[in-house]
């Protein structure tokens, strides 16, 4: 089990480069994209997100490297609830960042936002991610069969939530 620290801080138009880099990883077009993004592209993603008031965060581990964002959007207070989404750089992946930014950020939403429920949807392909929204205390609540296409096949998509009852921090 991997233990890390990070910081997370608002995430900034000098940050735009590595996102841009970082979203036309393999992996990364595979787990979240469809086809690579260009850098035009990614900073109209990023100003659409702050326009629908999006909580946007940058990713800093404890030698002040940048290595991923994190964000809470479709943010509905009169329901209590927001929805996540992670991203860390590729060479920094295996590390331990996202566990503890996924939990600062849950954090955040709960006992700042007073959010109730915090939920996502993942690819059932990208096992990492189930991997790491499990143990961060997430549960399956649906699957929605042959939901995403990719390299030739259709995969499930599952919703997954934390209530903000079930959080220990
Ligand atoms: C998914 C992603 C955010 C995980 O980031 P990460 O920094 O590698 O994750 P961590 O190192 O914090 O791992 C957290 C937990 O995930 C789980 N995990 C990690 N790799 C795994 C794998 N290959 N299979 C199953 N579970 C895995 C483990 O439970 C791990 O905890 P442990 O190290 O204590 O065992 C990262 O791979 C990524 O950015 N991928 C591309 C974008 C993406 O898929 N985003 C999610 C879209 S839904």
């Keep these: ?25 393999a992996d990364s077009i595979s787990m979240i994209g469809r086809v690579p993004r260009t850098y035009e592209e990614t900073v109209q993603h990023v100003e659409k997100k702050r ?5 946007v ?6 030698e002040l490297h940048t290595v991923g964002w994190i964000f809470l959007q479709n943010i509905e207070h009169e329901h209590g609830r927001a929805s996540i989404g992670i991203l860390i750089a590729p060479e920094s992946r295996g590390k331990g960042y996202a566990g503890a930014a996924m939990r600062k950020m849950i954090d955040i939403g709960f006992k ?10 993942t690819r059932g392909i990208n096992e990492q ?7 961060t205390g ?3 609540e649906g699957q929605l ?7 030739g096949r259709y995969y499930d998509t599952y919703i997954m939530g934390i209530l903000a009852s079930e959080w220990k921090g």
């Design 129 to 135: 991610a189930i991997g790491l929204y499990q143990k």
């Design 112 to 121: 700042q936002l007073r959010l109730n429920k915090i939920y996502l949807t």
């Design 145 to 151: 069969r042959s939901h995403a296409y990719s390299d």
């Design 138 to 140: 997430f549960v399956i």
């Design 57 to 62: 965060l940058a990713i800093d581990n404890e």
């Design 1 to 25: 089990m991997s233990i890390s620290y990070v910081n997370l801080r608002a995430f900034e138009s000098e940050d735009m480069k590595e996102l841009h880099r970082w979203f036309n990883d």
């Design 51 to 55: 326009k629908n008031g999006d909580l």
